[in-house]
């Protein structure tokens, strides 16, 4: 689907993250999870798995969509180069 869109990936890590980029429209950073019935997570990583993350849920036009909590999303952050370019 975001291939039609014009994204193509400029950093392949699976199975923990994958990074797409379209001119223009800009970037998307896949980190995909394993969904825990508790409501936590857990992120595969190219050494095993990571611990559990925390998670909480959202709303989007009245529809409950769960994501990585602030701290977990920082986490995913530590491994990126800060200042990093962004067409």
Do not use: K
């Not at 223009?24 to 825990?36: A, F, K, S, T």
């Not at 019935?37 to 990583?45: K, N, T």
């Amino acid at each position: 689907m975001l291939g039609d869109l014009g994204y193509v990936i400029e950093t392949d890590r699976r199975p923990n993250r994958v990074e797409l980029v379209a001119h223009g429209r800009g970037w998307v950073d896949l980190h995909p999870l394993l969904l825990e019935p508790d409501g936590s997570a857990r992120q595969a990583a190219l050494g095993g798995v990571l611990p559990h993350l925390s998670t909480v849920v959202l709303h989007r036009r009245g529809m409950p969509v769960p994501c990585v909590s602030a701290e977990a999303q920082h986490l995913f952050g530590t491994g990126t180069s800060p200042g990093r370019r962004r067409p």
